[in-house]
Each structure stands twice: as C-alpha cells, then as structure tokens.
Nanobody, 128 residues
Framework: QVQLVESGGGLVQPGGSLRLSCAAS????????IGWFRQAPGKEREGVSC????????YYADSVKGRFTISRDNAKNTVYLQMNSLKPEDTAVYYC?????????????????????WGQGTQVTVSS
C-alpha cells in the first residue's frame, strides 16, 4: 500500500527557512513523480514543486522559484522541499503527492487530479 508521510512544518518568521520531508513507501516503480502542493484557507490547492524520476527533472511554481528547492534522497525514499526566504503568503497546509508510472508532460505536475496518492499534510505558518 502506497503511503506518503509529510513532516517538518511549523511556525517561522518572515525571511526564515523550513525543510519539509515526504517519506514514501509501498511502491518500487522506476518512473514516478512526487509533487508538493499547498492550500491556504479559502483557496484552491496549488502545485508548488515536483520531482520527476525521469532524468531527475524538477519543476517549480513561479511564486517559489529561487526560494524553494526540491530534492530526493533515494536511500531514505524521501523527497525534501527546502523553503528559504519565507513570506507570510507561503502560509498554508503543505501536501505531498505521488503519481506512479507516467512521465510529467507539460504542466501535468500542477494538476491535483494527475496524482494517485496523497499525504495527510503539514501546516506551515509564516508570521512575526
């Protein structure tokens, strides 16, 4: 059974940093993507970043480019989202999700419905 477990959220001041972790288990495909999404109160869930096992490609929303970095630790089956220079507008519940077996094409990684499995989410609050 595929499971995704997020951790690393918390309260941080503007300009600070957090590293989120997404520990994946229950699948062994060589072709998968793990995406990070966030959802603020009253807003739709939006794609933030994605890691594709195809060539190790990474993808970012314009709003986080240059501030967030996605990476993978194969040995730990974990994908990280390093978030620097955090802003109050980054406040949201952050979710990781995985899609197994299909390559990323175009902006597919941004679509909630493209993913097969989701984690439970972790709260990130950026406030002074």
């Amino acid at each position: 059974q595929v499971q995704l477990v997020e951790s690393g959220g918390g309260l941080v001041q503007p300009g600070g940093s957090l590293r989120l972790s997404c520990a994946a288990s229950g699948f062994t495909s060589d072709y998968y993507a793990i995406g990070w999404f966030r959802q603020a109160p009253g807003k739709e869930r939006e794609g933030v970043s994605c890691f594709s096992s195809s060539y190790g490609n990474t993808y970012y929303a314009d709003s986080v480019k240059g501030r967030f970095t996605i990476s993978r630790d194969n040995a730990k089956n974990t994908v990280y989202l390093q978030m620097n220079s955090l802003k109050p507008e980054d406040t949201a519940v952050y979710y990781c999700a995985t899609q197994i077996g299909r390559p990323v094409y175009g902006s597919s990684w941004r679509r909630v419905g493209w993913y097969d499995y989701w984690g439970q989410g972790t709260q990130v609050t950026v406030s002074s």
